[in-house]
């Protein structure tokens, strides 16, 4: 069946540095792909999304592209912040209502 | 736009008691779901309804559990004879189609702890 596999976490980062987290996913027919992100006591937001191959979602900062290729949607962001400590999830969107979500990465962003 | 609401946020109670959520989705939204969460994992389907009929349930709701969306606006999850097991983050999303394209938006959840 459909998954969505991301990497393990904690990831840990220094203020400004560039933040890179892998999603790979595993789909029939051409999903949709987001990235949610969940802080501390809140439930989940929606950072951004693509929908189509080539597509890049974009948020905050954050971008990542739909590469149908390599079944691929990392999560990428040029420059953290303490705020963006946070566990991010990334997401597939099935059979056209069910959204299939990794396991979370936590990122810790020291000052 | 409130966005989703769900209510309780926290629920403790004891093993074999009945609990019952209640989320209410964005008011345009005619789709709406349940999530379960475990800790340190991704959230999971549970159901999903469009307009008050539900219409997908996952394997993961046992017959303990209840779903309904009576008038096609709010929603309530209820567990009866709740088991330790049943701890967890539930979580309600709601979405509508617009042009083909779909986004679930989620609610802070309803945290419950089951002793």
């Known amino acids: 069946g459909d998954s969505v596999t991301q990497m393990e976490g904690p990831v840990t980062l220094s203020e400004e540095a560039f933040l890179t987290i892998n999603c790979t996913y595993t789909?029939?027919?051409?999903?949709?792909l987001f990235w949610y992100v969940q802080y501390p006591g809140e439930g989940l937001q929606l950072l951004l999304k693509?929908?189509?191959?080539?597509d890049k979602g974009s948020n905050k900062g954050f971008e990542a592209t739909y590469r149908k290729e390599t079944t691929s949607f990392h999560l990428e962001k040029g420059s953290v912040q303490v705020s963006d400590s946070a566990v991010y999830f990334c997401?597939?969107?099935?059979?056209?209502?069910?959204?299939?979500f990794g396991a979370g990465t936590r990122l810790f962003v020291k000052a | 736009d409130t966005g989703v609401s769900q209510d309780p946020r926290h629920k403790i109670t004891k093993r074999g008691q009945n609990v019952t959520f209640r989320c209410d989705p964005i008011?345009?939204?005619?789709?709406l779901y349940w999530y379960r969460q475990t800790l340190g994992q991704g959230p999971e389907f549970l159901t999903y309804?469009?307009?008050?009929?539900?219409?997908?349930k996952s394997r993961l709701l046992s017959d303990r559990f209840s779903a309904e969306r009576p008038k096609g606006s709010f929603s309530t999850l209820e567990i009866q004879r709740t088991e330790q097991g049943d701890s967890a983050m539930y979580l309600c999303?709601?979405?509508?189609?617009?042009?083909?394209?779909?986004?679930?938006?989620f609610g802070p959840g309803t945290r419950l702890l089951v002793l």
């Open positions: 997401a597939l969107l099935t059979g056209g209502f069910k959204t299939i």
């Open positions: 999303a709601s979405s509508s189609r617009t042009g083909g394209e779909e986004t679930q938006y």
């Open positions: 309804f469009q307009n008050e009929a539900q219409l997908e």
């Open positions: 789909a029939t027919g051409y999903p949709s």
């Open positions: 008011s345009e939204h005619n789709r």
């Open positions: 693509a929908t189509k191959a080539d």
